[in-house]
């Protein structure tokens, strides 16, 4: 018992450090963008989230906080960006993370927010944007089957975030 003790102390000390390092990265988060009120139960912002995986759709991906809101889990996606409107691309890769998210925490998603330079978005996760993901999904893998997808960057931190990474033979 007196053995196990300290690492059960060296344990609660690591998962105190790491709640904190999560809490302290959520505050920031919305000092800077002025995001409502939440617990942070997830955190990328300094890069060091784990990889979230959905066995279901053979996504991955590490959106870069996920804070409760009432009774909801939401996904917030940051941009070094200026938008007037959400790009598409970038509501994808929302959807995507609420897919994740769903299957994960078995809970709905049912919006996210987009954080630009100068303004956030609220983005409703409807079957729309869900079923657009998943035919980008199916039109990449079909594509990657015929041999017909190419790459366009050579950004290898684009596709360590990338949610279609799992299944990408073109990923850096
Ligand atoms: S090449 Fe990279 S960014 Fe493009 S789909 Fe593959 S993993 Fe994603």
Redesign the pocket.
Known sequence: MNEIAPLLFALGTASLLLSIKISSAARSLRLRYGLPDGDALYSDLSGSGRVLRSERYHLSGKPDSIIKEGRHLIPVEVKSSLAEKPYRSHQLQLAAYGLIMEELYRTDVPYGYIVYRNRRYRIELNDDLRDEVLSALDE?RRALRRGHAQ?N?SQKA??SR?S??RG?K???
């Open positions: 990449m790459r960057h684009r596709c990338c279609f990474r990408c073109q990923a850096l």
